[in-house]
């Protein structure tokens, strides 16, 4: 079997995207767009990726790590010669190479697996991915002869009236027959405007030669939208989104609006979840079945057990059990961990926080580096008096306590299994099961005051 390669162009500047960041490491639904385009590859049965870096070459290797090999092009010399750098790894290989450019985040595997097959039953040795255009100003056009042969990729500015009208594009990416393409690469000039070396001349080489050119067109344009700028950003975000939410709707998941809902792309979600408007849900988060989540919730990197609803508010880098309520307005920071059953009310905030099963925070509360039991009931308005200003100190409550409203647990401190807090009780020191702990001033009414504070006006 023919063994398959990758070279994914990632050297370019990307001055037009005006941007600290460099261009390929600019996310599409929270994910870079170069990762899009190798995790894409790694679908294919593929036995080498190499990346050609070049500007924020660490950042590129820091963020795809082992999925890729790495060759440095010091000098951004053209697409050709980015693709030459890559010789000293694939030169001598048999096989075939697919090039592609690493700002092309929306080209399916499904696509570059056809361009494969394609290359194979045709016996290329080099085969371009094409599109049609509705407007194709910019792009290279695709001319072929009467028996439909690809003959010719011209480029805009040297293209004549006639050939501007042609909407078959070169997408920019290829495969070729390995050791044809590096033996063809040395033969590529700059002999041009720029001086750049540019790899469409390898396909003219290779028809001067008399080898098979073959090209085939992709059914969907849109997939090979190249990422220059923001407003290219913008659209490639828009279009993988409906791509995302589509796929999850077709899986049984019900978006109510899809235009106004954000589904990252490594988002797993369960059938039967009803995700409402304005709703953000990214990195690996996995959502259980039969949840309801938002209107107006974000949830990153968390994990939502089934039957779980969540109602505008924010959870982060948490695990959420089954049939769990959260919010409106409640935020559950980093490392929180909500069991079964549970409610997390309106107004409420969890910091590294355990909440037990059945266990509620119904409103206006903090938890913070706190491990609360099961059957637990948090009043209104408690807090975890975590922080001296230096340290953070840890808060334990055990099994069916009821704290009262208005109560501070000065950390670190114990409450055992089985005790009461008096409302507005401020809790120092270790509180005994089946004990009441309270510490407020006693109530005192004082008769008649108003009758005096009246007279004396």
Known sequence: MTKIYAVVLAAGQGTRMKSKLYKVLHPVCGKPMVEHVVDHIRDLDVTKIVSIVGHGAEKVKEQLG????????EEQLGTAHAVQQAETLLGDLEGTTIVICGDTPLIRPETMKALLE?????????????????????????????????????EQKDATVEQQKVTEINTGTYCFDNKA???????????????EYYLPDVIEILKQQGEIVSAYISDDFSENLGVNDRVALSQAEEIMRARINETHMRNGVTIINPANTYIGADVTIGSDTIVYPGTLLEGQTVIGEDCYIGPNSHIVDSQIGHRTKIDA???????IGEDVTVGPYAHI?????????AKVGNFVEL??????????????????????????????????????GVNKFKTTIGDRSF??????????VTIHSDTYVAAGTTVTKEVPPFALAIGRS?????????NKLNSNK
């Not at 082992?66 to 092009?73: F, M, P, R, T, W």
């Open 403 to 412: 704290i009262g409203c208005n109560a501070n647990l000065v950390a670190p």
């Open 351 to 388: 910091k590294k926080t355990t909440l037990g099963e059945g266990s509620k925070a119904s409103h206006l509360t903090y938890l913070g580096d706190a491990e609360i039991g099961a059957d637990v009931n948090i009043g209104c308005g408690t807090i975890t008096v975590n922080y001296d």
């Open 118 to 154: 394609h290359h194979q039953q045709q016996a290329a040795k080099a085969t371009i991915l094409t599109a049609v255009a509705e407007n194709p100003t910019g792009y290279g056009r695709i001319l072929r002869n009467e028996e439909g042969h690809v003959e010719q990729i011209v």
């Open 66 to 73: 082992d999925k890729s090999e790495y060759v440095l092009q």
């Open 313 to 319: 508010s924010v959870v982060e880098e948490s695990m």
């Open 442 to 450: 006693r109530q005192e009414n004082k008769e008649n005051y108003v």
């Open 181 to 195: 393409l590096f033996e063809t690469l040395k033969l590529v000039k700059n002999d041009n405007a720029q001086g």
């Open 333 to 341: 920071r980093p490392a929180s961990n909500v069991l079964n059953r």
